[in-house]
């Protein structure tokens, strides 16, 4: 079992940055992918970015060049940095993690960028 906690999320202009983290407890040995999801009202839930146990990253296609995914040495935190926020940004992003398929899931946090 894994627990999931995000933060950072907040209200930003258009332009701005922010940074969210994940902090992660429980069977940390046996994840093997973290990702951050995100859903807008009305939408499905997208992929916005995704880091392997090795360190190989995959982004969306929307957020490619524009964000982030990192995680500190001891895989206990993983942080989103978002730049160049855009208003198509706002939704409640979610962190997950998976050994085969994503099945953990945090409680979400939420980005709102103004325009």
């Known amino acids: 079992q894994v627990q999931l906690v995000e933060s950072g999320g907040g209200l930003v202009q258009a332009g701005g940055s922010l940074r969210l983290s994940c902090a992660v407890s429980?069977?940390?040995?046996?994840?093997?992918?973290m990702a951050w999801y995100r859903q807008a009202p009305g939408k499905q839930r997208e992929l916005v970015a995704e880091i392997t146990r090795g360190g190989i990253t995959n982004y969306g296609s929307p957020v490619r060049g524009r964000f982030t995914i990192s995680r500190d040495s001891g895989g206990n935190t993983v942080y989103l940095q978002m730049n160049s926020l855009k208003p198509e940004d706002t939704a409640v992003y979610y962190c997950?993690?998976?050994?085969?398929?994503?099945?953990?899931w945090g409680q979400g946090t939420q980005v709102t960028v103004s325009s």
């Open positions: 429980g069977s940390i040995f046996s994840i093997n992918r």
């Open positions: 997950a993690a998976a050994r085969v398929m994503y099945t953990d």
